[in-house]
């Protein structure tokens, strides 16, 4: 392999959902700029119309709503219909509603699972279903959170459904493995993000800064390296592994 070229995405087709803002509006950027071919899906068509005109290749914009079988179907007619590839997929959409467990109720609880993990499970179906079809394998990469092996305050939905992403993500490794179609998942601890740069601001926002090794937040160009070597063939021999990146978070003695 070329040492030069080792992220090299030329020729490859990414699908990342909730590509509209945060992490997955990145996401789309860093695999952009390594030469994949995007295919950005969310909820909010106009602001990834204005991500399209920063990429530096060819994107195609979706509306998808994870939460509805009827629009994860019409996104693998998109697909079909138009480049007929895929070959990355970044399961990134997903919600929180921060509550304390006695205070949660069960729209709430249903809701945060639903984009969360069965969501992620509706395009990871279809990312597969795919290329099963065109039998050129492919690499699922699903966006989990230092929070699938750690609990943090008022988040049990989100940190149900993360750990559940996690435990799907090795089921569907095993399973797909002898299709050539890797599953990994990458976990990111706490990243400064257009969505949450107002709360680390606040006294309790720093609170939580407070309690990484690194003392600092990650930044989302941080999360590159992890991302594009799942991404790329780089790691042809790695599936059902966790990547986590955060700042030694994971390792706080208890």
Do not use: C
């Given at each position: 392999?070329?040492?030069?070229?080792?992220?090299?995405?030329?020729?490859?087709?990414?699908?990342i959902?909730?590509?509209?803002?945060?992490?997955?509006?990145?996401?789309a950027?860093t695999?952009?700029?390594?030469?994949?071919?995007?295919?950005?899906?969310?909820?909010?068509?106009?602001?990834?119309?204005?991500?399209?005109?920063?990429?530096?290749?060819?994107s195609?914009?979706?509306s998808?709503?994870?939460?509805?079988?009827?629009?994860?179907?019409?996104?693998?007619?998109e697909?079909?219909?138009?480049?007929?590839?895929?070959?990355?997929?970044?399961?990134n959409?997903?919600?929180?509603?921060?509550?304390?467990?006695?205070?949660?109720?069960?729209e709430?609880?249903?809701?945060?699972l639903?984009?969360?993990?069965?969501?992620?499970?509706?395009?990871?179906?279809?990312?597969?279903?795919?290329?099963?079809?065109?039998?050129?394998?492919?690499?699922?990469?699903?966006?989990?959170?230092?929070?699938a092996?750690?609990?943090?305050l008022?988040?049990?939905?989100y940190?149900?459904?993360?750990?559940?992403?996690v435990?799907l993500?090795?089921?569907?490794a095993?399973?797909?493995?002898?299709?050539?179609?890797?599953?990994?998942?990458?976990?990111?601890?706490?990243?400064?993000?257009?969505?949450?740069?107002?709360?680390?601001?606040?006294?309790?926002?720093k609170s939580?800064?407070?309690?990484?090794?690194?003392?600092r937040?990650?930044?989302?160009?941080?999360?590159?390296g992890?991302?594009?070597?799942?991404?790329?063939?780089?790691?042809?021999?790695?599936?059902?592994?966790?990547?986590?990146?955060?700042?030694?978070?994971?390792?706080?003695p208890?």
């Open positions: 392999m070329d040492k030069e070229n080792l992220f090299d995405l030329t020729g490859k087709v990414a699908l959902t909730g590509a509209s803002s945060g992490l997955g509006k990145h996401f950027k695999l952009s700029s390594y030469g994949a071919k995007t295919i950005l899906a969310a909820r909010r068509i106009e602001r990834m119309e204005s991500l399209q005109k920063e990429l530096l290749n060819e195609i914009v979706v998808l709503d994870v939460t509805s079988n009827k629009s994860v179907n019409k996104l693998r007619e697909i079909e219909n138009s480049t007929g590839q895929l070959d990355i997929l970044v399961n959409a997903g919600i929180s509603d921060p509550v304390k467990f006695k205070d949660i109720s069960e709430s609880w249903l809701s945060v639903e984009t969360n993990l069965n969501g992620a499970f509706r395009v990871a179906k279809m990312a597969t279903d795919i290329m099963l079809k065109n039998n050129d394998g492919g690499s699922i990469i699903n966006i989990a959170s230092i929070l092996e750690r609990v943090g008022n988040l049990s939905s940190a149900s459904a993360k750990a559940a992403l435990q993500t090795k089921s569907m095993l399973e797909l493995a002898r299709s050539n179609i890797r599953v990994n998942a990458l976990a990111p601890g706490y990243i400064l993000t257009e969505i949450n740069q107002d709360f680390f601001n606040t006294d309790e926002g939580y800064i407070g309690k990484i090794p690194m003392k937040l990650g930044l989302e160009s941080e999360l590159d992890a991302l594009l070597l799942l991404a790329s063939n780089t790691s042809s021999f790695m599936t059902g592994s966790v990547i986590t990146v955060d700042g030694g978070h994971l390792v706080n208890l």
